[in-house]
């Protein structure tokens, strides 16, 4: 079992950055592939990001690419969402994913792979 609760939520411009945390409780947390999605009312829940249990692969939607960064410390069973360059269309309530299979690129885009979620956190980018 694996409880997540993502924080550093807000309200900021157009071009400025953000950091989301995902602090997760449970002592496997570090065999979990780790993801982050986003949505927007009346729109699917979109893949963002996501991490392999080491950190040592990493994958992003072509949204965010170059912009986004996630990353994690198993020690403080945390996962980081760094955000920069913000655009309006990146508004979205974001949440945090724990899924207890390896990464695979093929599916880890998916929401139903992942096994638990946080609650999210509202984040959003004026122009």
């Known amino acids: 079992q694996v409880q997540l609760v993502e924080s550093g939520g807000g309200l900021v411009q157009a071009g400025d950055s953000l950091r989301l945390s995902c602090a997760a409780s449970g002592r496997t947390f570090s065999t979990y592939t780790m993801g982050w999605f986003r949505q927007t009312p009346g729109k699917e829940r979109e893949f963002v990001a996501a991490i392999s249990w080491s950190g040592g692969i990493t994958y992003y939607a072509d949204s965010v690419k170059g912009r986004f960064t996630i990353s994690r410390d198993n020690a403080k069973n945390m996962v980081l969402l760094q955000m920069n360059s913000l655009k309006p269309e990146d508004t979205a309530v974001y949440y945090c994913?724990?899924?207890?299979?390896?990464?695979?690129?093929?599916?880890?885009?998916?929401?139903?792979?992942?096994?638990?979620w946080g609650q999210g956190t509202q984040v959003t980018v004026s122009s």
């Open positions: 994913a724990a899924d207890h299979r390896p990464l695979r690129v093929v599916d880890t885009t998916r929401v139903y792979e992942y096994d638990y």
